[in-house]
């Protein structure tokens, strides 16, 4: 089984302090992205899942990312490609 667990923690982390910055739609992305990557179960589903957050780092600037949330978002981005290397 695929420990989820570490990139759980930089999602929520990531989903927090984009909340407390008033940028509530992002942190909803992350926040969608980390309730379906904690469920799933199928591999070939969980690959999509991590793969969207691996792609979604056009979002920082976008959304004006602040320097902290650029930093939570690339620990999120490590640990999705850690785990798709595994997969």
Do not use: P, R
Not at 13 to 30: H, I, R, V, W
Not at 39 to 44: G, H
Not at 51 to 63: D, H, K, L, P, R
Request: proline letters at 0%.
């Amino acid at each position: 089984m695929i420990d989820k667990s570490k990139l759980i923690d930089s999602l929520q982390n990531l989903k927090a302090e984009l909340s407390c910055s008033g940028k509530s739609d992002t942190a909803d992305f992350f926040n969608n992205s980390m309730v379906s990557i904690t469920a799933e179960t199928n591999q070939t589903s969980l690959k999509k899942l991590l793969e969207q957050i691996c792609s979604s780092g056009s979002m920082t600037q976008y959304a004006s990312f602040t320097f902290k949330e650029e930093q939570l978002f690339d620990e999120c981005f490590d640990e999705a490609k850690k785990l798709l290397s595994v997969i």
